[in-house]
């Protein structure tokens, strides 16, 4: 299953990330659809019913778009059916963010978009995962091998010495996600396949918009497709996306013109193409958003692990291109008030110290657990 993802890259640098050679062999960057860019968030944590950025055919908005024109939108996690009849897709009574690839053709949420040709590539640095041990469980962080080109950095994929996105500085200096949004649909030469950050998880889904019973803007929305889980995540979970391994993979899926649905679902295959390092608990909540969720941990030792050669340019790529670096100056203001407010509540509560409740950190889920004192 994919219940989790990380997609920390900047609207403009999703952009850039996605950059192909369309049939003409001209080098091409797709533009965020009007307004898209503002709803995407970069972040280090997502789960369904966030918005997540997706690659799809032009031709979905534009049926007279050249038949390769790929256009980036975001869309909620987890597909709410045209056919859904209440005013709050939050009031669906079962869960759409996976979408099972043997269940397609049987269930009428996936089978009529299918049908319809409504296939989108779903973006990520990769996706996290639980092992279940004896005590609680492992989360892992799962993503593309970083190979050695003109388009990636080349990182370490032994085992040890694990490395996660190590994207140059100059890629990350931007302000505010919105503003850094492509404009207009771009066409440029060879230098714009030039792309040396992170590599995206290119995951195959489904989409579809549904519009409010009453009216009002139309909702985008998708699901994950899963396969068996390849040889190397087994261990990990029995299920994983189905991954569309290479630009020919990603411009058959998207191609729902000349590639029809059956042909298309021989796309979805378990492939042995990804790695993965474990990762601190921290991700479990979901309300934890910073570096500290990609960073690798050293599950053989309870003490803080030495860093590595990789391990060094991993952190520093979290500390140069961090989302909350590209934040609006509004929301720094708001954080910067919220401190003030909590520290104000804090000096209240000192002098006898206070109580708060211990949470589970071995699930998602914000469970109370009972309370403890704390001193200050």
Not at 153 to 173: F, G, V, Y
Not at 231 to 260: C, T, Y
Not at 265 to 279: A, M, Q
Request: positive net charge; charged residues 30%; glycine residues 6%.
């Amino acid at each position: 299953m994919c219940g989790r993802t990380a997609c920390t890259l900047a609207p403009d640098e999703v952009s850039r990330a996605c950059s192909y050679r369309n049939r003409g062999g001209r080098w091409r960057q797709p533009r965020w659809r009007d307004g898209d860019a503002d709803k995407y968030r970069p972040s280090y944590n997502k789960n369904p019913q966030s918005m997540s950025p997706v690659l799809l055919s032009q031709r979905h908005f534009d049926k007279d778009a050249p038949v390769d024109e790929r256009v980036l939108a975001s869309m909620r996690w987890g597909l709410v059916p045209s056919w859904f009849k209440e005013d709050d897709p939050s009031k669906m009574r079962y869960s759409t963010s996976n979408c099972r690839s043997e269940n397609i053709l049987e269930k009428k949420s996936y089978k009529d978009p299918l049908k319809k040709g409504q296939r989108c590539v779903v973006l990520a640095d990769g996706f996290y995962e639980w092992k279940k041990q004896e005590k609680g469980k492992q989360p892992f962080f799962i993503y593309f091998p970083q190979t050695q080109g003109s388009s990636q950095e080349k990182t370490n994929l032994n085992q040890d010495e694990p490395t996660t996105p190590a994207r140059k500085k100059k890629n990350s200096e931007t302000a505010c996600p919105a503003e850094e949004a492509s404009s207009d649909f771009k066409e440029r030469g060879e230098a714009a396949g030039d792309w040396t950050g992170w590599k995206l998880l290119t995951m195959a889904g489904l989409f579809d918009c549904w519009t409010p019973p009453d009216g009002g803007e139309p909702l985008y929305s998708y699901s994950v497709i899963t396969v068996n889980a390849s040889p190397n995540l087994q261990s990990i979970h029995d299920r994983m996306p189905a991954i569309l391994d290479g630009e020919e993979e990603v411009r058959r899926w998207l191609d729902f013109g000349q590639v029809k649905s059956l042909d298309a679902l021989k796309l979805l295959k378990s492939k042995d193409i990804l790695t993965f390092h474990p990762v601190s608990s921290i991700v479990n909540n979901t309300r934890n958003n910073s570096p500290e969720c990609l960073q690798p941990v050293d599950l053989n030792s309870k003490k803080e692990p030495k860093p590595t050669a990789s391990g060094k340019m991993m952190m520093s790529w979290l500390t140069s291109s961090s989302p909350s670096k590209r934040k609006c100056p509004t929301r720094v203001r708001e954080k910067k008030n919220e401190k003030a407010r909590f520290s104000a509540s804090l000096q209240e509560q000192c002098s006898s110290g206070f109580r708060e409740p211990i949470r589970n950190q071995e699930s998602s889920e914000d469970v109370n657990q009972g309370w403890k004192t704390v001193q200050c």
